[in-house]
C-alpha cells in the first residue's frame, strides 16, 4: 500500500479498515543467501539497501527482540554532516544525502525536519577547530556558517550572554542539520526491506555462527539454524559478545549514554543547539518536548540506563546555556548501549572469515549515520569491496596506525571519547 | 553508583575517574608484536556481565583501583589497590 | 459542592485563588483541584491532540488531566497537577494547551478530524512536496502540540541541591510506609521517610476507615508525631522519591516552597536530593486504573477512588448525582462514603455478576457503562446489563478497573514485575533493584492491615540484613477486607462514527489506536507504544499501561503476560530542569580558578578570558591604544627589544622526588631525564600510549633525586593522572612520589633582553650568563623569599621563569611589572605571549591538538632509541610516521599584507577545492609585528617537503582564499641566538 494524503482520507472515510501490515512476520527459511544480524537502525537499512540497490537475492534480518529497539529507538535524533577528518566527512555527507530523500525513497515520513545546527564555541581556540570543521564541510560540498556573537543572539536570543560562565564567542551553523522521528527510520527502513522481499524475523537470537575452514555457512538461532552464504553483523550494544561467536575480540568498549526528554511544551527552541563547553545538545521535538543528551556516563556498561551525576552533569550545563528552560520538567530518562572503538569512528569492513562482514563502532553518533551505514554496508557484502565513502572505516587501522580518525582529538584509545 | 575506595571508604561515583579494562595493566614488551599491542590498546572482551577494570580516586586519595563489578547490573563484587594487582601479576 | 463535616481541610483558614482570572475560594489545605471542584469546575485542561474538554481524574501526582500553568513572568510554570498544588492565597492558574481558554477552546475543532488523525497517521502523509514539510506541516504541528508553555525569560528561581544518608529510606508515608519506618526507628536505625504529600497518611487520608479505633488520618498523625520526635529519623514531606539508581543511591524532589505564597529568600522553591540508603523500603501505594468505554473522558468520570478521596480529604463532592462503574470490590467504598455523606449515589454498576449488593443504593451488577453524553461536562451515561440498556443521569462517575500497584521505582533498573492473575494486576518479583523491597499495596497487600503488616516484615528484613536487632513492633487493628476483582479492560462499543474509548487521556490514545497499531503490526508492547504514543504523555502511562497493554493482548489473541509487560524509566514524577541543575547557572556551572596576579592584572584593565577553569589577560590596553591588536604588537615588540612579564602559574607543575625520579620520567617522557644533570632544564615530549603526542613541557632537575615537570595548562589534570597511573599500575616498585603543585607555587616568565636586568633587581643574589646559562635552574631568594629560578624560554628570546610561594605571587607581579615598564616594556598578555611563539614555531595545544605523532610535528628524534617509553611502540606503527602524514610547517603570506585566518584548509596551487584535494590545515595564526607579516603554522601532507612551495590557503568561511609560501616553521632566530644571549 502506498502512503499519501489521499490514503489516509480515504481510510478515515471508511473507518480506518483498510490499513495494512507495513511488515510481515515470516518464520525463517532454512536457507538465505545473505543474513543481516540486528534488526536496528543499521541493519534494517543494510537490508533495504541490498534488496533496493544491490541485489535480488534472499535476505534475512534476525532481530533478538523487536525490530528497533536499540539505540535507534532511544537517542537525541540529531542527523548532520560536520566531520572534518577524511574518512568521515565524505560518509556523513553522503548520509546527509541520503536522509535528504529518505522519504520519497521508503515512502514513509522520518519527520526528517531540517532545522539547523548551532555548535556553539566558547574561546578562539573552539572558534578556529570549528572554522577549520567547517572549512572541510564546504570543501566536501556541504554547509557551514560561521556565525559571531550577535549572529548567535539573532537565531537563539534565549542564551544567556551575560552571565553565562563559558561566554558564547559564536557558532558553526549547519542548516541542513536537524533532527528526525528516530523510531520511524526503522520502521521506514523495515516497510522498505519487507516490500523488497526481505524477511525480516523478531524474536530470532543468534546464538552461533557457523564457519568452516575459514568459510561462513551459516548462523545457529533460538529458531534453530539457517544456513547463509554471507552474514552481516550490526549489533551496535553487542558487537562484542556477536563477534566473539566468531572468535573475535573487537576494538569497542560498551559504555551507557543517556538521554532526556522533558514534558510537552509549545514551540520554544525551533534549532539543534550544541554546548562547546559541555555535553550538551538539545531540540524540541514536534510533539513539543525538550529532547537533549550530553556525555556518556564514562564506565563500561550494558544497563541501558544511566546514573545521577550524568544526568545533573548534562542539566547543570542546560542551565548555565539556557536558564530559561529551567522550568521545564525532566519527563523521562532512558540509555543506550554505546559501541566506543578507539578512535571514535566505526568500523565497516570484511572480517578474518570469509563471507562474514562487521558493522559496529558508531560510538554515540550512530543515528544520523543509520542511511549510509546500510549503503555502505550493502555495498560491502553484496560486492565485497567497500563503497568508496567508507573505505577507510577499516578494522586493522588502529593495528597499523593508518587512517585512525580521531575527530575530538581526545586519543585513540579507549575511554577518551 | 557508589565505590568502596580501600583507603577512603565508599564514596560516590563522582569521586572517581573510568579509565578501561585492566587489561591496561597488563602492558606487553615493547618486542610483544603489533598483535600483542593491538589487543593491549584496542581488542577487548568487553564483557556483558562480570568484568574488571581501572577507576581512579581522583577527588580522593588519587588511588588507582581494579574494580571488579557487572557491567549489566553494575553490582560491585570488590575493589583493590592497582598496584597491589599489578605486584600480584609478576 | 463542599459537605459539611467531612475532609481536612482547615475551613477556619479560607484561602482565595485565581483560575483564569476568576476567584476561587477554599480553604487551607485544599489543592487547586479539590477548591476548583468545590466550587463546580468541570473542566481543567484541554487534551493534547484533540483538545477535548478534559476534567479532573486523580487526586495524586499521576493526574493526566488537570494540568495547569502557575503564576506569569520569569516564574510561570506550566504543567502543574492541580491535584497536588496546595492553594495559598493570591496564587494564580491558568488553563493551558487552549485557546482562548480551557472552557472555550476553539482548537477544539480538531476532534472532528480525528479519523485522519489515528495512531502514526503523520508517517503515511506530508511527505509531498518534500519543501512544505519543514515551511507548513511541521510549523503547524509544533503548535499544536505541546502542553503548557515556557515564559521565555530566564528561570530566576532559587533552587538548590543536597545529599542525605540513612540505613533505611522508606518511599511513601501510608500504612505500609509509616509501619516500616516505625519499626526500623524504634529499632534504632537510621530512618527517612519522605513522601510527596504535605501530610504523611497516604491512602489513610482519602478513606473514611479506622486503625486502632481511631480515624485513620488521626493514627497517621499520631505515628508521625512519634516519628518526628526521634532522633534519628527525618520525616520528608512534600519529598518524591523520583528514581532508585546504584548502590542505594535515590533521587528524591523536595518542593520546599511552592506552597508558601512568600517564601523567605534564602528558603529555595525546590532541592533535589540524593539520598544514599543502605536499604529501602518502596511503600508508595497503587494506583486506581480506569476501563475502556465510549466517551469515558468526560469531565465528571474521575477515578472512583478519587471521587471518595475528594469527599474524605478535602470534604468535596465530586457531583451532585454520582454514579460509580467498577469491577472490584473497592469501588463500592466510593458508593458507601458518598451515600453516606448524602451524596445521592444514582447506581453503583459492577461488571460482575455474582457480586451481592451491600449498600442502601440501585446497584446493577453484570453491567457495562457503554457510552456516555454531556459536552464539557457529564451528563448521562448509558448502562448494559441483562436487563437491557438503560440512560441515567448523572454528573459525575465514578471509575475503577482495579488498582496497579505502584512499581514504578522498581523498574528504573530494568526489572520487569510479573502478571498475578489474582489482582490482575503487575507485581513486584524479587530483587527488581538490589536493596529496594516494596511493602503495601505496592507489593500486592491491598488491604490496611496487610499494608501495615507488611511494612512492618519489610522493616524487619532490612534490619536483619543490616545487622541490627529488631524489636516486637505489632500491627494495629485495620480494615482487612478482601480485594475481589474480575478483569476487565474495555466496554465493546461500535466502531464506526467517532466514539472513542481512551486509553491515554494526556496523548489522546483510544483503542481503536491500540487496534489499528496491532494491525500495521506494531504488535511488541513497545512498537505499539512508540506508533501511537500510549504512555509517552506526562504521567509516563501510569494511567494507562497496563490497560493499553490489555487492549494489544486481545488485539493480536495473546493473553496479557505473552503480550509484554510494564516499565516506567526514572523520574517518577517530572522533575524541574532548574532543581536537576540548582547552582549551575551563569557562574555556577564551572569553578573559577584565578592567579595571583589576577587582581594586579584586572587593575590594569587587561580583558580576561577563559583558560580551562582559569582567567588569563588578553593584553594589557594603555592609553591611546584602540584596538587588542595595537596593544599586542606593542607587548611583542617591548619583549623582543626590551623585557616583558606574564603570569605562567597556570601551567601544571609537578613536584617529583624520590630515587627512581629519573628512571620514571625516562619513562612517561619519550626523552631522557636521568641522564639531566643537577640544576639544568631539558624540554620533554610526552606521548598517550596510543603513539600520539599527549603534552610537552619543561622539566628541571632541582636535586639528584628531585624534579619539578610543567606541564601545559590545559593538559595539568590529565598529565597527573597518567603519571599517578603509570607509577601505581605499571611500575609500583619504583622508588618515586610525586604530588601537584600547580597552586603552590605563583610563576611568572619575564622575557626580553633586558629581562637578566630587571631579574637582578629583585634577586638577593645577582646573576650573570655564567651562573645562570641558557637551561639553568636553581633556589633563588628575593627579599629573603626563597624561590626558584629557570632560564627557559617560550618567545626565543633571553627569558626566565621565576617562581615564588603563592602568597608572595601578587606582590612579585606588581613589582616586576613596575620595574619592566621603567625598562621600557611591562605586562603582557596571551595575545602577544602567542605570537612570540609564533614567531618562533613553538607549539601549543593548537598543534599538539590529539591527532598528531612527534614525527608530525619535527620531534621524532626526541623518541629516544635507547629505551622504552609510554606510547613509543604504538609511535612505531607504519600509518604514525612516514611522507603520507601531515606535517607541521610555517606559512608566510605571499603578498605581503594580506591577513591569514585559522581553521583554513591548504590545496596545491592546481587542485580543485575539494575535500579529497585537501592537503592540510592551518592551526596557529598571528599577526608579527617583529618581520610585519600574518605567520601561520598548520600541517601539510610531507609538510619539510615543500618548503619554498606556493600553495594556496582557502579559508571559505572567512572568505580568504590567497596563496603562501610554505617554509621551515621557525620564522624567527632559528639558530637560537637571541635565548642563548
Not at chain 2, 614488551?29 to 593491549?40: C, I, R, T
Not at chain 3, 605562567?648 to 639531566?676: E, R, W
Not at chain 3, 626526541?862 to 606503527?877: H, L, N, P, Q, W
Not at chain 3, 592551526?923 to 609538510?943: I, K, M, Q, R
Request: net charge negative.
Amino acid at each position: 500500500m502506498r502512503f499519501s494524503a489521499w490514503q489516509v482520507l480515504k481510510e478515515g472515510l471508511t473507518g480506518n479498515k483498510g490499513w495494512k501490515p507495513h511488515w510481515r512476520s515470516p518464520e525463517p527459511q532454512s536457507e538465505y543467501d545473505i543474513i543481516i544480524i540486528g534488526g536496528g537502525g543499521h541493519g534494517l537499512s543494510t537490508a533495504y539497501h541490498l534488496a533496493a540497490k544491490y541485489t535480488d537475492k534472499r535476505i534475512a534480518v534476525l532481530e533478538k527482540g523487536y525490530i528497533g529497539g536499540g539505540n535507534v529507538g532511544r537517542n537525541t535524533t540529531i542527523v548532520r554532516a560536520n566531520y572534518f577528518l577524511k574518512g568521515n566527512s565524505e560518509f556523513y555527507s553522503h548520509s546527509l544525502k541520503l536522509w535528504e530523500r529518505m522519504e520519497k525513497d521508503l515512502n514513509y515520513n522520518a519527520m526528517h525536519s531540517q532545522r539547523g545546527i548551532l555548535n556553539l564555541f566558547h574561546s578562539d581556540g573552539q572558534r578556529d577547530a570549528a572554522a577549520r570543521r567547517g572549512n572541510m564541510m564546504v570543501n566536501q560540498g556541504d554547509d557551514a556558517i560561521l556565525l559571531d556573537r550577535e549572529g548567535v543572539r539573532d537565531i537563539l536570543p534565549y542564551l544567556d550572554y551575560d552571565n553565562i560562565r563559558f561566554p558564547v564567542y559564536g557558532a558553526l551553523y549547519h542548516k541542513r542539520g536537524g533532527t528526525a522521528r528516530h523510531d520511524a527510520v526503522a520502521w521506514g527502513y523495515a516497510r522498505g526491506a519487507d516490500q523488497r522481499g526481505v524477511d525480516i524475523i523478531q524474536n530470532c537470537e543468534v546464538t552461533g555462527i557457523d564457519i568452516e575452514n575459514g568459510v561462513v555457512k551459516g548462523v545457529q538461532t533460538s529458531k534453530g539454524p539457517i544456513k547463509a552464504k554471507k552474514v552481516g553483523m550490526v549489533v551496535a550494544g553487542r558487537s562484542s559478545q556477536v563477534a566473539a561467536m566468531a572468535g573475535m575480540q573487537v576494538p569497542i568498549e560498551s559504555t551507557v549514554l543517556q538521554a532526556f526528554v522533558t514534558e510537552g511544551l509549545k514551540p520554544v527552541l525551533d534549532n539543534v543547539v550544541t554546548f562547546g563547553m559541555g555535553h550538551f545538545y538539545i531540540s524540541q521535538s514536534d510533539k513539543g518536548g525538550l529532547v537533549f543528551g550530553g556525555d556518556i556516563d564514562m564506565y563500561a556498561s550494558y544497563a541501558q540506563r544511566g546514573n545521577l551525576p550524568t544526568t545533573e552533569h548534562v542539566i547543570d550545563a542546560a542551565m548555565t546555556l539556557m536558564p530559561m528552560i529551567g522550568k521545564a520538567k525532566l519527563l523521562r530518562s532512558w540509555g543506550g548501549i554505546m559501541d566506543m572503538s578507539p578512535d571514535g569512528s566505526p568500523v565497516i569492513d570484511k572480517t578474518h572469515v570469509e563471507g562474514l562482514y562487521l558493522n559496529c563502532g558508531w560510538n554515540y553518533g550512530g543515528f544520523k549515520a543509520v542511511p549510509a551505514s546500510g549503503d555502505c554496508f550493502a555495498h560491502l557484502i553484496a560486492k565485497d569491496e567497500p563503497h568508496p565513502v567508507a573505505e577507510k572505516f577499516r578494522l586493522d587501522r588502529f593495528r597499523t596506525g593508518h587512517g585512525i580518525m580521531d575527530e575530538e582529538g581526545t586519543g585513540s584509545q579507549h575511554n577518551t571519547h | 553508583m557508589r565505590i568502596k575506595c580501600p583507603l577512603c571508604g565508599e564514596r560516590d561515583r563522582r569521586e572517581f575517574y573510568y579509565k578501561g579494562a585492566a587489561i591496561d595493566l597488563a602492558r606487553p614488551a615493547p618486542d610483544a608484536g603489533d598483535v600483542a599491542w593491538d589487543d593491549y590498546i584496542h581488542n577487548r572482551e568487553n564483557p556483558a556481565g562480570r568484568t574488571k577494570d581501572l577507576w581512579q580516586h581522583e577527588m580522593g586519595c588519587s588511588a588507582w583501583l581494579v574494580v571488579e563489578r557487572n557491567t549489566v547490573t553494575h553490582e560491585i563484587y570488590g575493589v583493590e589497590l592497582a598496584e597491589n594487582v599489578k605486584r600480584g601479576m609478576k | 459542592m463542599r459537605i459539611s463535616n467531612k475532609g481536612l481541610i482547615d475551613r477556619s483558614t479560607a484561602v482565595s485563588f485565581t483560575f483564569d482570572g476568576k476567584t476561587v475560594d477554599g480553604f487551607a489545605g485544599d489543592t487547586v483541584a479539590s477548591a476548583a471542584l468545590a466550587q463546580g469546575r468541570k473542566v481543567f485542561g484541554r487534551s493534547f491532540k484533540y483538545h477535548r474538554p478534559r476534567g479532573v481524574m486523580t487526586t495524586g501526582s499521576e493526574e493526566p488531566n488537570a494540568l495547569v500553568t502557575l503564576h506569569s513572568g520569569a516564574a510561570q510554570d506550566p504543567n502543574i497537577r492541580a491535584t497536588t498544588q496546595e492553594i495559598y492565597e493570591g496564587l494564580q492558574v491558568r488553563g493551558q494547551n487552549a485557546w482562548p481558554s480551557v472552557d472555550r477552546d476553539l482548537m477544539g475543532v480538531n476532534d472532528l478530524f480525528a479519523p485522519f488523525f489515528g495512531a502514526g497517521f503523520y508517517y503515511k502523509t506530508f511527505m509531498w512536496p518534500g519543501a512544505l514539510w519543514e515551511k507548513l506541516w511541521e510549523p503547524m504541528i509544533r503548535r499544536a502540540a505541546g502542553l503548557g508553555a515556557l515564559s521565555g525569560e530566564d528561570d530566576t528561581s532559587r533552587n538548590e541541591k543536597a545529599y542525605a544518608f540513612c540505613d533505611l529510606l522508606v518511599i511513601g508515608a501510608g500504612p505500609a510506609g509509616l509501619m516500616a519506618a516505625l519499626t526500623a526507628a524504634r529499632a534504632g536505625a537510621d530512618v527517612i521517610l519522605a513522601d510527596e504529600d504535605a501530610r504523611p497518611g497516604g491512602r489513610l487520608l482519602l478513606e473514611d476507615e479506622e486503625i486502632d479505633g481511631k480515624p485513620g488520618h488521626v493514627w497517621a498523625a499520631d505515628i508521625t508525631a512519634e516519628l518526628m520526635g526521634m532522633d534519628n529519623v527525618r520525616v520528608m514531606t512534600r519529598t518524591t522519591v523520583t528514581g532508585a539508581f546504584d548502590q542505594g543511591t535515590y533521587g528524591a524532589l523536595e518542593r520546599v516552597t511552592q506552597h508558601i505564597a512568600a517564601p523567605s529568600d534564602d528558603m529555595p522553591l525546590e532541592c533535589f536530593w540524593r539520598i544514599v540508603a543502605k536499604r529501602a523500603v518502596l511503600a508508595a501505594g497503587a494506583l486506581e486504573r480506569s476501563v475502556a468505554f465510549a466517551n469515558n473522558d468526560r469531565p465528571g468520570i474521575m477515578m472512583a477512588g478519587a471521587v471518595r478521596g475528594y469527599l474524605n480529604r478535602y470534604g468535596v463532592a465530586a457531583g451532585q448525582k454520582v454514579a460509580v462503574f467498577g469491577n472490584n470490590d473497592n469501588a463500592w467504598k466510593t458508593a458507601r462514603d458518598l451515600q453516606a455523606a448524602g451524596v445521592e449515589i444514582a447506581a453503583l454498576i459492577d461488571s460482575r455478576s455474582d457480586v451481592t449488593p451491600q449498600g442502601d443504593f440501585p446497584v446493577i451488577t453484570g453491567g457495562l457503562v457503554s457510552d456516555t453524553r454531556g459536552r464539557g461536562a457529564l451528563k448521562e451515561i448509558t448502562v448494559q446489563s441483562a436487563s437491557g440498556e438503560q440512560k441515567i443521569a448523572v454528573d459525575c462517575l465514578g471509575v475503577s478497573g482495579g488498582w496497579n500497584p505502584s512499581v514504578h521505582m522498581l523498574c528504573h533498573m530494568n526489572g520487569r514485575p510479573a502478571w498475578d492473575e489474582a489482582t490482575q494486576s503487575f507485581l513486584p518479583v524479587d530483587n527488581m533493584v538490589p536493596g529496594l523491597a516494596p511493602a503495601g499495596a505496592a507489593a500486592g497487600h491491598f488491604s490496611t492491615q496487610a499494608a501495615l503488616e507488611s511494612g512492618i516484615n519489610e522493616a524487619n528484613q532490612a534490619l536483619t540484613d543490616l545487622g541490627l536487632n529488631t524489636t516486637d513492633t505489632k500491627a494495629p487493628q485495620a480494615e482487612d477486607g478482601a480485594y475481589n476483582i474480575t478483569g476487565l479492560w474495555e466496554v465493546p462499543h461500535e466502531s464506526k462514527g467517532y466514539k472513542r474509548a481512551w486509553l491515554d487521556f494526556q496523548n489522546d490514545v483510544s483503542t481503536k489506536d491500540v487496534r489499528l497499531a496491532a494491525k500495521e503490526n506494531y504488535a511488541s508492547v513497545e512498537h505499539m507504544k512508540r506508533y501511537t504514543t500510549q504512555g509517552m504523555a506526562p504521567d509516563q502511562g501510569k494511567n494507562s499501561n497496563v490497560n493499553a497493554l490489555a487492549i494489544l493482548a486481545d488485539a493480536t489473541g495473546r493473553d496479557i503476560p505473552t503480550t509484554g509487560t510494564t516499565t516506567f524509566r526514572p523520574p517518577y514524577v517530572p522533575v524541574s530542569l532548574a532543581a536537576l541543575g540548582a547552582g549551575a547557572r551563569g557562574k555556577g556551572f564551572a569553578p573559577e580558578r584565578f592567579v595571583t596576579s589576577h587582581q594586579a592584572t584586572v587593575d590594569r584593565n587587561a580583558p580576561m578570558i577563559e583558560a580551562g577553569l582559569w582567567y588569563r589577560p588578553s593584553y594589557y590596553p594603555r592609553p591611546g591604544e584602540k584596538t587588542w591588536l595595537e596593544s599586542c604588537n606593542r607587548e611583542v615588540i617591548s619583549i623582543r627589544n626590551a623585557v616583558g612579564v606574564t603570569d605562567v602559574s597556570t601551567l601544571g607543575k609537578i613536584d617529583i622526588q624520590g630515587p627512581d625520579a629519573g628512571a620514571f620520567l625516562d619513562f612517561v617522557y619519550t626523552n631522557m631525564f636521568s641522564t639531566l644533570k643537577v640544576g639544568r632544564v631539558r624540554y620533554g615530549l610526552m606521548l598517550r600510549e596510543d603513539g600520539h603526542v599527549m603534552d610537552d613541557g619543561t622539566t628541571a632537575r632541582l636535586g639528584e633525586n628531585h624534579y619539578v615537570t610543567t606541564t601545559t595548562t590545559a593538559a595539568a589534570g590529565q598529565v597527573m593522572k597518567h603519571m599517578e597511573f603509570v607509577h601505581q599500575a605499571l611500575c609500583p616498585d619504583m622508588d618515586v612520589r610525586f604530588i601537584s603543585v600547580t597552586e603552590q607555587w605563583a610563576q611568572f616568565a619575564v622575557a626580553g633582553p633586558k629581562s637578566r636586568e630587571l631579574l637582578n633587581t629583585v634577586l638577593d643574589d645577582k646573576i650573570d650568563n655564567d651562573s645562570w646559562p641558557f637551561m639553568a635552574c636553581g633556589d633563588v631568594t628575593l627579599s629573603g623569599v626563597k624561590g626558584r629560578l629557570f632560564r627557559i624560554s617560550f618567545s626565543g628570546e633571553h627569558a626566565y621563569e621565576i617562581a615564588v610561594p603563592s602568597r608572595y605571587g601578587d606582590a612579585l607581579f606588581r613589582d616586576l611589572v613596575s620595574r619592566a615598564e621603567v625598562l621600557g616594556g611591562g605586562a603582557y598578555g596571551m595575545e602577544a605571549l602567542n605570537v612570540l611563539r609564533i614567531e618562533k614555531g613553538f607549539i601549543t595545544h593548537a598543534e599538539i591538538h590529539g591527532r598528531v605523532t612527534a614525527f608530525d610535528i619535527g620531534m621524532g628524534r626526541m623518541v629516544s632509541g635507547k629505551k622504552d617509553c609510554i606510547g613509543k611502540t604504538a609511535s612505531e606503527r607504519p600509518g604514525l610516521h612516514g611522507d603520507h602524514r601531515e606535517q607541521m610547517v610555517g606559512l608566510k603570506p605571499v603578498d605581503a599584507g594580506q591577513n591569514l585566518s585559522n581553521g583554513a584548509h591548504l590545496f596545491f596551487a592546481d587542485d580543485d577545492i575539494t575535500a579529497d584535494n585537501s592537503r592540510g590545515y592551518v592551526t596557529s595564526v598571528g599577526y608579527s609585528p617583529t618581520l610585519d607579516t600574518y605567520l601561520a603554522l598548520g600541517f601539510l601532507e610531507n609538510g619539510p617537503a615543500h618548503y619554498g612551495k606556493k600553495i594556496r590557503f582557502k579559508d571559505h568561511l572567512r572568505g580568504i582564499d590567497t596563496m603562501v609560501e610554505v617554509c621551515n616553521p621557525v620564522f624567527l632566530d632559528p639558530e637560537g641566538g637571541r635565548s642563548r644571549g
